[in-house]
């Protein structure tokens, strides 16, 4: 009986074990082979170079760390602030969280196609705005003439459809907070940003590392909204990697990309452990 205690969790952690050797580490190791390897049969970084030195890496490289700069934080806060008010809520908290949560069922091909809709010369804002006198004719937004424009409709877009992802995580995380600390901050004349400060944020920080890392790693492999409003005027490093892959059909230069879209996931991954990490033995 001890000798099948001691082996239960081995075998209950097996299943996913495998999952993660077949679909993640196998997969892994025949990409790095890709990417570090050479016409010759050898080892060489080559690949690294030749994607490096193309003139379009410096520009997808800082798209996409200004498109997570911008989309990440609004993000974040637009989260926090729904999450607080859902928890706040007595009748219809369910119906609010669900209709929030909607976008979440819509794909990114999807969501960039429902706000191309929006953005298009024959879309919803052409029609409000020529509506409203402020325009006499349609104006094509997304263009290489406006590239600000492209930027805005692409963060609203992402925005709009991944702010749930970090709702969904944060709303679980308040609710695991015990409301006793509430009610000892109330009876001690605590304000709400107060409890905000000393009881949620700091018994949220587990949470917060859940979502920001989830959503830092999903912000470096935006792909499909880019493309539906974007194109090529637009070019972000996953996009560069489908172009390797697909376009070019080389697929030592499309692995290289693909690890340094994961290095540079890695190391934002640290920093946000690092800056949000529990200090041991902390008391609110």
């Known amino acids: 009986m001890l000798l099948n ?44 170079r030749e994607v490096v030195d193309y ?12 498109l997570a700069a911008a989309v990440v934080p609004i993000q974040l806060a637009l989260a926090l602030l729904m ?24 794909s ?26 402020v325009i006499d004719k349609p104006v094509n937004f997304l263009t290489y003439q406006n590239p600000w424009i492209v930027f805005v409709a692409i963060a ?27 009610e000892a901050a109330d009876v001690f004349g605590a304000s709400k940003w107060k409890q905000f400060t000393r009881i949620t944020f700091p018994m949220l920080r587990p949470s917060l590392q859940t979502a920001l890392v989830l959503r830092v790693i999903l912000a470096f492999e935006i792909f499909a909204v880019v493309a539906a409003l974007g194109g090529t005027l637009f070019p972000v490093l996953m996009g560069e990697t489908y172009a390797y892959q697909f376009d070019l059909l080389n697929s ?6 693909a690890l340094i879209i994961l ?11 690092r800056i949000l990490r529990v200090p041991k033995g902390a008391s609110i």
Do not use: H
């Open 156 to 182: 609203l877009a992402e925005i709009w459809r991944a702010t749930a992802i970090m709702l969904v995580i944060l709303v679980a995380g308040i609710g695991l907070i015990p409301k006793e600390y509430y």
């Open 5 to 48: 205690a001691r082996i239960l969790p081995y075998v209950l952690i097996l299943p996913v074990t495998l999952f993660l050797c077949l679909f993640f580490i196998y997969p892994f190791v025949l990409v790095s082979q890709q990417a570090f390897g050479s016409s010759e049969g050898g080892w060489s970084l080559d690949n690294f």
């Open 83 to 106: 999450a607080t008010m859902v928890s706040k809520m007595e009748k219809g908290r369910d119906m609010v969280l669900y209709i929030w949560t909607i976008p979440l069922g819509i």
């Open 252 to 257: 030592g230069a499309a692995a290289a990309m």
């Open 108 to 133: 990114d091909l999807a969501a960039g196609i429902i706000w191309l809709a929006i953005f298009e010369q024959s879309g919803f804002l052409n029609s409000m705005l020529n509506g409203m006198g």
């Open 55 to 66: 003139w379009k890496f410096p520009i997808s490289l800082k798209n996409t760390l200004l």
């Open 263 to 273: 290095a540079i996931s890695i190391g934002f991954t640290l920093i946000i452990l």
